[in-house]
């Protein structure tokens, strides 16, 4: 589906889940991407799910997925649940362990390059909402005001090597 070979299809079930909850979103994908599924999940698994193309073997596994995401269950490839799960045990020792559910989706709208304006705009929220976001994240990564560096610019950097599994 991404005509630029990223994140749209995510995207855009994430602008569903806020839009129109009760559609469901079955994401047919060639990555298994630890971020792209926490990012489709995480308001809930409910109603989504996330499989990788090149493990459908037959027309009767993509039906039996969709047709546990439309009764509102999730199915999710088990390789990406692996890659999910040891995402998560390296993050252990990481500071993103610490941001909340909302710090993480304003993180992947930084690295997706929005602005504040553009943040608040898709989450419908305040400016001043987003600002308090982004310093609660540069608190919580050991961010600090330093005038020889960009907060921004180090977080997003911190977030993008997390979700790589660096």
């Known amino acids: 589906m991404p005509p630029t070979l990223t994140d749209e299809g995510i995207k855009a079930a994430t602008r569903l889940r806020r ?18 599924l926490s990012t489709l999940i995480i308001g809930g698994s409910n109603g989504r799910g996330y ?12 039906s039996g997925a969709i047709r546990a995401v439309a009764a509102g269950g999730s199915f999710i ?19 993103m362990r610490h941001l909340t559910t909302r710090e ?10 929005k602005s504040n304006a553009a943040i608040a705009a898709g989450f419908v929220v305040t400016e001043r909402a987003v600002e308090k976001h982004i310093n609660s994240i540069f608190t919580k990564l050991n961010l600090l005001n330093d005038p020889d560096s960009n907060r921004r610019v180090k977080a997003v950097l911190m977030f993008l090597d997390h979700a790589s599994g660096g």
């Open 104 to 113: 993480l989706q304003t993180l992947t709208e930084m690295a997706s390059g």
């Open 77 to 95: 490839d088990p390789l990406v649940v692996d890659a999910l799960v040891k995402a998560g045990m390296r993050g252990d020792r990481s500071p």
């Open 51 to 62: 499989l990788l193309k090149e493990r459908i073997a037959s027309p009767g596994e993509l």
């Open 19 to 36: 839009t129109h909850p009760t559609i469901g979103v079955v994401v047919l994908s060639q990555f298994v991407n630890p971020a792209y």
